[in-house]
């Protein structure tokens, strides 16, 4: 289950997600169009946020794995362009549970792609409110 599809559940707890991205203002602004973010999606230009939580940087073995490199050989094998990261690729985002401006609970994966399951999210938020 995604973020946007717990927003029920996201609300019944009183809670409200948050993205940050890295990225300029404008950029972040089409990428929440894009994924109809329906709440804030904040910009962290200068990472300021990303080092207090401890959201470091990857290896690039954990960036550029094989599986990664297939996805992008099958996206050229079928005609899709593939742009060159435009952004830091190594650069680890994760997720926090913040109660009155203190981060309760942080998950910090140690690739990319890896993220806490929604579930997990929410038990936080549930673990948060007690």
């Given at each position: 289950?995604?973020?946007?599809?717990?927003?029920?559940?996201?609300?019944?707890?009183?809670?409200?997600?948050?993205?940050?991205?890295?990225?300029?203002p404008e950029a972040l602004r089409?990428?929440?169009?894009?994924?109809?973010?329906?709440?804030?999606?904040?910009?962290?230009?200068?990472?300021?946020?990303?080092?207090?939580?401890?959201?470091?940087?990857?290896?690039?073995?954990?960036?550029?794995?094989?599986?990664?490199?297939?996805?992008?050989?099958?996206?050229?094998?079928?005609?899709?362009?593939?742009?060159?990261?435009?952004?830091?690729?190594?650069?680890?985002?994760?997720?926090a549970i913040v109660r009155a401006?203190?981060?309760?609970?942080v998950f910090r994966p140690a690739?990319?792609?890896?993220?806490?399951?929604?579930?997990?999210?929410?038990?936080?938020?549930?673990?948060?409110?007690?």
């Open positions: 289950m995604r973020v946007r599809a717990a927003a029920a559940s996201f609300a019944a707890l009183g809670c409200t997600p948050v993205a940050v991205g890295f990225s300029p089409a990428l929440a169009e894009r994924l109809e973010w329906p709440w804030p999606f904040l910009a962290d230009t200068e990472r300021l946020l990303y080092r207090r939580l401890g959201f470091g940087r990857a290896p690039l073995r954990n960036v550029w794995t094989p599986a990664t490199l297939a996805i992008y050989r099958r996206a050229m094998a079928a005609g899709t362009p593939v742009h060159k990261p435009v952004e830091d690729a190594r650069q680890l985002g994760g997720d401006g203190t981060a309760f609970t690739s990319p792609d890896a993220r806490e399951p929604v579930e997990t999210l929410l038990e936080a938020v549930r673990a948060a409110a007690t």
